[in-house]
């Protein structure tokens, strides 16, 4: 059970919420002992509202909640880094995120990849990713082959729009490539990570 210290401010916490698959930060607010409870039983975010001086669960009136992945607590033990899946847009201006006045597209391809696997995952009969996938890691493989060598054709002209738009082929085909081979973006990251250091 974590521990945090409720000492420091007040018998409150600030909570980080932070998007498990895309690692933006959502918003940010504050715990009590009762809310970290219920949020640690419950697996939807809970704050304890300054403003209304009670507990607020996010969602509890648009719907819109944050499930629970993993909670940490910072090195000084006085913060905490929540991982959540958002059931729909976190701020109450509509968007993904307080911090994003302008729509961003860093860290899509975590949420492209999550939509992969689900299509896949549940057997989409109507979806072109699961139909592809289902024909085998040949036809897999062979597609990622094919939109490589589109991507180095565009490469040589300078038609920027062509060349992104076979860029983002490759980079989809690719996604789905490692669910055939059993990997996840994320492996990837984590081998050119251990080039760097």
């Known amino acids: 059970m974590i521990k945090p210290d409720f000492n420091k401010m007040n ?46 669960t996010k969602g509890e009136t648009s719907g819109n909640f944050l499930y629970v992945r993993d909670i940490i607590v910072d ?14 847009p976190v701020c109450h201006r509509g968007t993904e995120t307080c911090f994003d006045k302008t729509k961003s597209s860093k ?9 992969i696997n689900q299509r896949i995952d549940e057997n989409a009969e109507n979806s072109y990713t699961n139909k592809l996938y289902l024909k085998g890691i040949n036809k897999v493989a ?14 040589k002209d300078e038609n920027d729009e062509l060349f992104k738009n076979e860029a983002a082929d490759l980079l989809y085909h690719y996604l789905i490539l490692l669910k055939a081979k059993g990997f996840r973006f994320e492996d990837i990251e984590e081998v050119l990570e251990g080039r760097h250091r």
């Open 11 to 56: 018998s409150l916490v600030p909570a980080v919420i932070q998007d498990a698959v895309t690692l933006k930060v959502l918003m940010v607010g504050f715990m009590n002992e009762e809310a970290l409870k219920k949020t640690t039983e419950e697996g939807k975010v809970t704050f304890f509202s300054r403003s209304k001086n009670r507990l607020w």
């Open 142 to 155: 062979q597609k990622v082959g094919e939109e490589a060598v589109e991507l180095v054709i565009e490469a």
């Open 75 to 88: 090195c000084d033990n006085d913060t905490l880094l929540i991982s959540a899946d958002p059931a729909g």
């Open 107 to 115: 860290g899509f391809v975590y949420r492209l990849e999550k939509i």
